[in-house]
């Protein structure tokens, strides 16, 4: 059995959406975690070493990390097509957008709420917005989703800060539409009710 540590409005909502496509049985684990705004306390017992959501179980072993976990559930259930397996064509692109959100997208609004976007260590390392938005126009355009014309927890993962900061979505068709079909899915609005 899955059983899956999650915080309502965190980032864990986004493995939260991913159970509701893999359309799996799993254990919901409701934790309390420190909120930015000095709400909340760390729950003693969340399993992530460092009390954060989201964490997954599964035959004894902890994942902890949402890109982790994403890659560790859609290769669990290949038959479920929300991954792009080892050996299959577009596996490179699929990896590469998981761990390039971590990597890259995520820092680079991180550093502008800290107000470090200009540094030029930042810049050099991470880029900014700009090139952030380039890149999903330029993946966008020549298909629906990020790997073309399929669907995968990539997509889930990289648009999941613009569906709690929709002002920092960048202004383009190709990304306001592909937010849309992202957020019309049906186990996204499944995942939305449950919280």
């Known amino acids: 059995m899955l059983k899956f540590y999650h915080a309502p409005k965190s980032r864990s909502g986004r493995v939260h959406w991913l ?4 359309d799996v049985p799993f254990e919901t684990c409701r934790m309390d975690i420190p909120r930015q705004d000095g709400s909340g306390a760390r729950d003693p017992r969340n399993p992530h070493p460092e009390g954060k959501v989201p964490a997954l ?4 072993q902890l994942v902890t990390e949402s890109a982790a976990i994403m890659l560790y559930l859609t290769d669990l259930f290949p038959d ?3 991954g792009i397996a080892p050996g299959e064509a577009g596996r490179g692109g699929y990896l590469t957008w998981l761990f390039w959100y971590g990597a890259v997208m995520e820092p680079v609004y991180i550093a502008e709420v800290l107000e470090v976007a200009d540094h030029p260590v930042a810049q050099a390392t991470f880029r900014g917005r700009a090139e952030v938005a380039a890149r999903l126009i330029a993946a966008l355009g020549s298909g629906p989703w990020l790997t073309g014309d399929r669907f995968t927890a990539a997509d889930i993962l990289v648009c999941s800060p613009y569906l709690y900061f929709p002002d920092a979505t960048p202004d383009h068709p190709a990304v306001r539409d592909w937010l849309e079909r992202c957020k019309e899915r049906p186990a ?6 449950a919280d």
């Not at 179980?57 to 004894?60: F, I, K, L, M, Y």
């Open 57 to 60: 179980e599964h035959d004894g």
């Open 80 to 82: 479920r097509g929300l």
């Open 19 to 22: 159970l509701h496509e893999l």
């Open 188 to 193: 996204h609005l499944k995942a939305q009710e």
